[in-house]
């Protein structure tokens, strides 16, 4: 079969979604496929289908698992398709319109070869810090007029429809995604590894020390296929990068992902579920109400906010709801690299 296929860049995630109507059940065997065309560069694919919980857009991942950054993409290709049916601001730049958006948070900006050309080359990427949401975007000159939205958005793996705010510029090379992520059901210990953190569809396993081990991610994949969980990650959070530029924390992250359907194994460049679970983990140890981090990862960097009540559940949480936190939103620059036609015959 012939399929369409828009590529989205975020922070290095690139991440295939699947335009065009494919059964279910030849899911995992078209994400397969896809995934090997070398010139894709894709490390996950997601499929279009029809909102069933109130949603303008829905994407079911390969492996049934949840995604945030695949969450993100999704509501920025509802926005491209719709971009008749919004305002669009003129102002001194995406700082601005971010800031009337309500958004909140650090900032990252990626830029990427081909300007929207349809092309699938690999960009370079330029991060900054600070107190300021994005401003960094300003200071490399992305003035002009932004389109803004908000998406919402249905994803695999979460039992509701989340809100993905959307900045869109005139050039649409890299525009600006945030999305709402669902709370964590669980965040405890787990034997030899500083926490776990379940999400419905998805559990992370958090390492610390940021030393990458193929034995700690054995382990985790052991659990996962022995619990019947639809994926994985172990997440190597480097905490001697924990410092602050104003208020926000840095931190170095590696993620690695499994898909129990696909059975595949990636080395992400990227991972939004992942840089959710760190954050909601590191807020656990956290006195106050909103805390700020960003995760460099090896190709990108993810902004994450936590909103946490102040009376919350401290560390040894519950489940469904213990961990006191109230929202968690993920968000930075994605790259537009345009959309592809793949023979996919399974």
């Known amino acids: 079969m012939e399929l369409h296929v828009a590529v989205f860049d975020p922070a290095g995630n690139r991440t295939l979604i699947v335009t065009?109507?494919?059964?279910?059940?030849?899911?995992?065997?078209?994400?397969?496929r896809l995934m090997d065309v070398e010139e894709l560069g894709g490390e996950q694919v997601g499929f279009l289908v029809a909102p069933k919980m109130g949603g303008q857009v829905r994407l079911e991942m390969m492996g049934g698992e949840f995604c945030?950054?695949?969450?993100?993409?999704?509501?920025?290709?509802?926005?491209?398709?719709?971009?008749?049916?919004?305002?669009?601001?003129?102002?001194?730049?995406?700082?601005?319109?971010?800031?009337?958006?309500?958004?909140?948070?650090?900032?990252?900006?990626?830029?990427?070869?081909?300007?929207?050309?349809?092309?699938?080359?690999?960009?370079?990427?330029?991060?900054?810090?600070?107190?300021?949401?994005?401003?960094?975007?300003?200071?490399?000159g992305m003035q002009g007029t932004w389109t803004t939205t908000v998406v919402r958005a249905e994803i695999s793996g979460c039992g509701h429809a989340m809100d993905v705010k959307v900045a869109i510029p005139e050039r649409r090379a890299v525009c600006f995604a945030e999305a709402q992520m669902p709370l964590p059901a669980l965040i405890v210990p787990h034997g030899g590894f500083e926490a776990r953190v379940e999400f419905d569809g998805i559990a992370h396993f958090i390492v610390r020390d940021g030393a990458i081990s193929e034995k700690a991610v054995e382990r985790a994949v052991t659990y996962a296929k022995a619990q019947g969980l639809p994926a994985c990650g172990v997440m190597f959070l480097d905490e001697a990068a924990g410092c602050l530029a104003g208020a926000v924390r840095l931190y170095a992250l590696t993620p690695v992902v499994y898909v129990r359907d696909t059975d595949s194994l990636v080395y992400e460049s990227s991972c939004a579920s992942g840089s959710s679970a760190c954050a909601a983990y590191l807020a656990q140890h956290e006195t106050g109400d909103t805390?700020?981090?960003?995760?460099?990862?090896?190709?990108?960097?993810?902004?994450?906010?936590?909103?946490?009540?102040?009376?919350?559940?401290?560390?040894?949480?519950?489940?469904?709801?213990?961990?006191?936190?109230?929202?968690?939103?993920?968000?930075?620059?994605?790259?537009?690299?345009?959309?592809?036609?793949?023979?996919?015959?399974?």
Do not use: W
């Open 20 to 32: 065009d109507p494919v059964p279910p059940g030849e899911y995992g065997p078209v994400a397969r």
């Open 68 to 140: 945030g950054n695949a969450l993100r993409c999704a509501g920025l290709y509802h926005a491209l398709q719709e971009m008749g049916t919004r305002t669009t601001q003129r102002c001194a730049g995406l700082y601005h319109a971010l800031q009337e958006m309500g958004t909140q948070g650090t900032r990252t900006t990626q830029h990427f070869a081909g300007e929207n050309d349809g092309s699938l080359g690999v960009g370079t990427r330029t991060t900054q810090s600070g107190d300021n949401a994005y401003l960094a975007l300003e200071e490399m």
């Open 291 to 346: 805390f700020r981090y960003e995760f460099d990862q090896p190709g990108g960097t993810i902004g994450a906010t936590i909103e946490k009540d102040p009376g919350g559940t401290r560390p040894g949480v519950t489940r469904h709801g213990g961990t006191g936190i109230k929202r968690i939103s993920i968000g930075g620059a994605v790259g537009l690299l345009g959309e592809a036609q793949v023979e996919a015959d399974v």
